[in-house]
């Protein structure tokens, strides 16, 4: 797993990682999720993957935090849609929050409107229980396929992802777009990540426009678990926060 930073656009101020899954592979290198994930979802390999990206992301999330003093950093894992429409899902995520001992406060749970699509009636029970538990839950990749506003009031989300393809709109419509959205998120009590952010300029606009988060190269690519320690420990040095 690699850690991309999600960064507080109001002071630049590092809150959480997303966990992004990476395979190294002994001839073939570094291979993307985009070439394995959807092979490991058209078959039975997507629960044991996702469930241990979960885990590994958790037991990270809890090493940063004994080595740094109990930091008030989230880390937020992707879920697959075949990983929802399994029954075990809720009792797994319960088992790992207990294993851990993740303060489930921490977590959030990533997911993109595909996956409600396929059932919403199971969709809402499963992420109504989910959310049970004390995690957070985001709606990934909004602004793409559908984007039915629908789903932002019933399902229970409380972050919103906004998709790299509506930040980088090069419309003049954008900044319309984007401060609309910002603002029904912010009414509908929700954080918003834009995904994506190029230059400092947009990540200013952004944060002027009342985005909470910010993710892309700009603020950081995503690293290993122990970089991402060793960049914490530079950034919050503990005399710093006594
Ligand atoms: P995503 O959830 O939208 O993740 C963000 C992707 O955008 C990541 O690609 C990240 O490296 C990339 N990115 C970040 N900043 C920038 C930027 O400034 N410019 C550009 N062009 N890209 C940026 P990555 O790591 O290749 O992941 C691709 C997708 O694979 C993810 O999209 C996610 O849907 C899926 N994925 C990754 N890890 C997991 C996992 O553990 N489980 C599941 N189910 N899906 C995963
Ligand atoms: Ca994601
Ligand atoms: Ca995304």
Same mark, same amino acid.
């Given at each position: 797993?690699?850690?991309? @930073? %999600?960064?507080?656009?109001?002071?630049?101020?590092?809150?959480? !990682?997303e966990?992004?899954? $990476?395979?190294?592979?002994?001839?073939?290198?570094?291979?993307? @999720?985009?070439? !394995?994930?959807?092979?490991?979802?058209?078959?039975?390999?997507i629960?044991?993957?996702g469930? !241990?990206a979960m885990?590994?992301?958790?037991?990270?999330?809890?090493?940063?935090?004994?080595?740094?003093?109990?930091? @008030?950093?989230? =880390?937020s894992v992707n879920l697959s849609s075949a990983q929802l429409l399994?029954?075990?899902l809720?009792?797994?995520v319960?088992?790992?929050?207990?294993?851990?001992?993740?303060?489930?406060?921490?977590?959030k749970l990533e997911l993109t409107e595909s996956l409600m699509m396929e059932n919403p009636?199971q969709a809402r029970?499963v992420l109504a229980?989910l959310k #049970?538990?004390?995690l957070s839950l985001a709606l990934d990749d909004f602004?793409?396929g559908?984007s039915s506003?629908?789903y932002l009031?019933q399902f229970p989300f409380d972050t919103i992802k906004?998709d790299?393809?509506?930040?980088?709109?090069?419309?003049?419509?954008?900044? =319309?777009?984007?401060?609309? =959205? %910002?603002?029904?998120? $912010?009414?509908?009590?929700?954080? =918003?990540?834009?995904?994506?952010? #190029?230059?400092?300029?947009?990540?200013?606009?952004?944060?002027?426009?009342?985005?909470?988060?910010?993710?892309?190269?700009?603020?950081? @690519?995503?690293?290993?678990?122990?970089?991402?320690? /060793?960049?914490?420990?530079? /950034? !919050?040095?503990?005399?710093? /926060?006594?």
């Amino acid at each position: 797993l690699a850690y991309q @930073p %999600i960064i507080r656009l109001k002071d630049g101020e590092i809150a959480g !990682f997303e966990a992004l899954m $990476r395979w190294d592979h002994p001839k073939r290198g570094s291979i993307p @999720p985009s070439e !394995f994930i959807p092979v490991a979802e058209m078959s039975d390999l997507i629960g044991p993957l996702g469930l !241990f990206a979960m885990d590994r992301a958790a037991s990270n999330l809890m090493t940063w935090q004994h080595q740094t003093g109990d930091l @008030p950093i989230f =880390v937020s894992v992707n879920l697959s849609s075949a990983q929802l429409l399994n029954a075990d899902l809720y009792n797994d995520v319960r088992a790992l929050i207990q294993k851990t001992q993740v303060n489930p406060s921490q977590l959030k749970l990533e997911l993109t409107e595909s996956l409600m699509m396929e059932n919403p009636e199971q969709a809402r029970l499963v992420l109504a229980k989910l959310k #049970e538990t004390g995690l957070s839950l985001a709606l990934d990749d909004f602004g793409t396929g559908y984007s039915s506003l629908a789903y932002l009031t019933q399902f229970p989300f409380d972050t919103i992802k906004l998709d790299k393809a509506l930040v980088r709109d090069a419309t003049e419509k954008r900044a =319309v777009l984007l401060r609309s =959205v %910002i603002a029904m998120a $912010r009414a509908l009590d929700m954080d =918003v990540v834009a995904e994506g952010v #190029e230059t400092d300029e947009d990540a200013a606009e952004l944060a002027k426009m009342g985005c909470h988060f910010g993710q892309s190269y700009l603020f950081g @690519p995503p690293a290993a678990a122990d970089a991402v320690l /060793r960049l914490l420990k530079e /950034r !919050f040095p503990l005399t710093k /926060r006594a």
